[in-house]
């Protein structure tokens, strides 16, 4: 029988993590820096348009991008035009999808200074709104 190269332990802890994301590992790893970075208070599981709330109370919602992906795919992102107005504002993480690292990231900006260009929504690298 060949013996698997998987850390049992380690898959099984995993799975208790991120069992309380809605989404991805990529999508779990964009909430849990926020988490730790901004003390942002995760949402219930499910919860509509957004992730979190904020210490000052406001919502955010956490969206992750692929790291070194074309410069415009980096700047914007989609919402949803049901859940535009459950957020206060937009935080992008951005995800180095072969070592999991967070080189970079986007915001929190308010979703309300966001401007709608076909559904999507740009922010520049200096988090002010183009």
């Known amino acids: 029988m060949k013996q698997s190269t998987y850390d049992l332990d380690l898959l099984v802890a995993a ?4 069992r309380n994301y809605d989404g991805n590992v990529i999508t779990a790893l964009a909430e849990i820096w926020a988490e730790e970075h901004l003390k942002m208070v995760k ?11 904020l210490p ?6 956490v969206k992750s991008k692929k790291y070194g992906a074309r410069r415009d795919s980096g700047t914007y992102v989609t919402l949803s035009r049901s859940t535009l107005d459950l957020a206060d504002d937009l935080l992008i993480v951005f995800v180095d999808y072969e070592t999991l690292q967070i080189p970079r990231t986007l915001g929190p900006v308010a979703i309300r200074k966001l401007t709608d260009r076909k559904g999507r929504y740009y922010v520049s690298d200096i988090v002010k709104v183009i």
């Open 15 to 18: 799975h208790h993590i991120l």
């Open 56 to 61: 000052d109370g406001r919502r955010l919602q």
């Open 43 to 53: 949402a219930p599981k499910g919860a509509k348009g957004f992730d979190g709330t």
